[in-house]
């Protein structure tokens, strides 16, 4: 049995590849007695299968986090560049807010693709505003993702309820959301602008309690790495 079930995933793996995988999930068990209880044998043939179906559905998801990180990073090289500055610091305030390591997972996942919806954008229209609802689009599609991609949906709500694309208030917005927010705008300005520390923080401040959260902002700025 063990042969055969080795020549199926075999099999599997040798079909020409493809952007996504193909994967089977097999369980199975022998017995040498006639009087061992059939349904017994079902049940832990079944909760073998299960087993190995949650490992394979962990790669699966690896490899298309992988697929769409790599796709991104060939198409968009500055903005890839980017987020690896808006993962740093986002990673940092979420540990100063003592969040759980399942949150700074999503945070971190948020934060690397908090552009990807530049991937449904025609080159010629960056249009800011449209980003996260487009990697919305993408990222919700992904099992396990969909509280990463409910993230990078309200990356531009504003707090004081005018931002896009729900007008969304304060309370209403997901603390990520609010930091990834203006770690994204600092970078972008850094990056893109060639601004100074100092100069786009006090630029930065006259949006503070109207689109940025005034916690997420004091934090922020205490970080040691935003040169």
Not at 29 to 34: E, H, K, L, R, Y
Not at 60 to 83: G, H, R, T, V, W
Not at 160 to 186: E, F, K
Not at 195 to 217: A, H, N, Q, T, W
């Amino acid at each position: 049995v063990r042969s055969i079930v080795e020549r199926i995933r075999q099999h599997i793996q040798e079909k020409p590849p493809s952007k996504l995988k193909m994967s089977a999930s097999i369980g199975y068990v022998t017995s040498n007695s006639m009087d061992d209880n059939l349904l017994e044998m079902f049940k832990e043939a079944e909760d073998k299968m299960y087993k190995q179906k949650i490992r394979t559905r962990d790669q699966q998801l690896k490899d298309a986090i992988s697929i769409i990180e790599q796709s991104f990073k060939e198409k968009f090289p500055a903005d890839f560049e980017l987020s690896q500055n808006i993962i740093r610091s986002v990673q940092d305030m979420a540990m100063f807010k003592k969040m759980t390591r399942e949150q700074q997972k999503d945070c971190y996942y948020a934060s690397l693709f908090s552009r990807i919806g530049l991937l449904s954008i025609d080159s010629n229209d960056r249009s800011h505003t449209k980003i996260p609802e487009l990697g919305y689009q993408i990222l919700k599609q992904i099992p396990g993702f969909r509280d990463v991609a409910d993230i990078v949906l309200s990356i531009q709500e504003c707090v004081n309820g005018s931002g896009y694309p729900q007008q969304l208030l304060g309370d209403d917005i997901p603390v990520p959301s609010l930091m990834i927010r203006i770690a994204s705008d600092y970078w972008y300005h850094k990056k893109f602008r060639g601004l100074s520390k100092e100069d786009i923080i006090y630029r930065m401040s006259d949006d503070v309690g109207i689109i940025y959260d005034p916690e997420c902002f004091k934090i922020f700025v205490s970080l040691n790495h935003l040169e």
